[in-house]
Nanobody, 120 residues
C-alpha cells in the first residue's frame, strides 16, 4: 500500500558527508512521524533520527550535532543530512513512515535500506 524508497547512500571517508532521501508513495492519506534507523552487522537496529509532522526532531547522542533530519510534507519525503561521518556510522540505513492510508486505517512502512560505509 505504501512504499518507501531510499537513496543517497555510498562510500565516504571519515569526516565526509552524505545526504539520504526517502520518498513515500502509494495509498497515503497522511503521514505522522518519519524517521531513519540503522543496523550494522552484529548490532541491534537503532534509531538515528525521527521527525514529527510538525517538524520536531529527535536524535540520539551518538549523532546529535552531526546529523540533521528534515521533511517535505508536500512531497512525502524525509531527508537525513550526515556530516562529519565516522567509521562507526557504517550501517544499512532504513527509512520508516507512520501514518494513515485512510482516515480510519493506520500504516507503518519500511524502506529496503541504503548502505552507508565510512572508511578510516
Amino acid at each position: 500500500q505504501v512504499q518507501l524508497v531510499e537513496s543517497g547512500g555510498g562510500l565516504v571517508q571519515a569526516g565526509g558527508s552524505l545526504r539520504l532521501s526517502c520518498a513515500a508513495s502509494g495509498s497515503i492519506f497522511s503521514i505522522n512521524a518519519m524517521g531513519w534507523y540503522r543496523q550494522a552487522p552484529g548490532k541491534q537496529r537503532e534509531l538515528v533520527a525521527a521527525i514529527t509532522s510538525g517538524g520536531s526532531p529527535n536524535y540520539p547522542d551518538s549523532v546529535k550535532g552531526r546529523f540533521t533530519i528534515s521533511r517535505d510534507n508536500a512531497k512525502n519525503t524525509v531527508y537525513l543530512q550526515m556530516n562529519n561521518l565516522k567509521p562507526e556510522d557504517t550501517a544499512l540505513y532504513y527509512c520508516n513512515a507512520d501514518g494513515r492510508t485512510t482516515l480510519w486505517t493506520p500504516f507503518n512502512s519500511w524502506g529496503q535500506g541504503t548502505q552507508v560505509t565510512v572508511s578510516s
